[in-house]
């Protein structure tokens, strides 16, 4: 399956591409007042073509639409185009995300940056990679660490009131507005920690597996073990975790 996952995030990675800093590239704003573009659009149906095609029997969530069979033994999550804002501003930090729920629980996840090249890949109990290289989170504690935010919609005040607090806790920080590739970073040991406040299942779904694949921890605010549907939830190293635990409970 893991196959599958990293060449549908390519061939995703292949639209986004095109239309990468397209100047006039027309975009709406949905319900929930975030962006889609033609490319969010084309790229889901890029990937969802390319699965379905191996895999007919498979179900789909994804951010735009393509929602079929979810209660199948097999789902694949996706989101074509994780920071649309980014993109549609010429800023090179974004993704395709895409992870494949086995009755509920995440089995494959795959995060892919067109731009960079930068390919995340991790399977239940076999460990994370990044560009086929083995990778496991940093060793550092929260005092040389950086850590990232990722804000729902209607969580600004809570981004900004956490943004403030990390200043006692960690050296530096970051809001880069793409969860999956920072969650990605956390992987590789690029970062230290993730605050996920209030986002969508496809925004982090992949990135949760690369991170526990990846020898890191995930737990709800109150630092318990936590499903794939909460939504409000911290990543880390392990070491810089009781950091990000006063954080959020500093408030």
């Excluded at 890029?46 to 951010?63: C, N």
């Excluded at 949760?208 to 605010?221: H, W």
Aim: charge should be negative; glycine fraction near 10%.
């Amino acid at each position: 399956m893991i196959e599958t996952a990293i060449s549908a995030a390519q061939k995703g990675g292949e639209v986004l591409s095109r239309y990468f800093e397209m100047i006039g590239l027309e975009r709406e704003i949905k319900d929930d007042k975030s962006f889609v573009t033609k490319a969010d659009k084309e790229a889901e149906e890029a990937i969802v073509s390319y699965i379905k095609d191996k895999h007919p029997d498979h179900g789909f969530l994804g951010e735009e639409g393509s929602n079929t069979h979810t209660d199948a033994e097999y789902v694949w999550v996706i989101d074509p185009l994780d920071g649309t804002k980014n993109f549609v501003n010429g800023i090179p930090i974004f993704a395709v995300s895409i992870a494949l729920l086995r009755n509920g629980k995440v089995a494959v996840a795959v995060v892919y940056n067109p731009i960079t090249r930068s390919m995340y890949s991790a399977e239940l109990g076999k460990g994370a990679q990044y560009n086929g290289k083995k990778v496991t989170v940093s060793k550092q504690s929260a005092d040389m660490g950086v850590t990232t935010f990722g804000p729902g919609q209607k969580d600004k005040e809570t981004l900004n009131s956490f943004f403030t607090s990390a200043e006692k806790f960690f050296k530096s920080k970051r809001y880069l507005g793409c969860t999956a590739l920072e969650l990605g970073y956390v992987a590789r040991g690029g970062t230290e920690g993730f605050i996920c406040i209030g986002l969508k299942k496809w925004d982090y779904a992949a990135g949760v597996l690369l991170v526990t694949e990846a020898g890191g921890k995930i737990t709800d605010y109150n630092g318990k073990e936590c499903t794939i549907e909460e939504n409000y939830f911290l990543a880390s190293n392990g070491v810089a975790h009781d950091a990000l635990l006063h954080v959020v409970k500093s408030q």
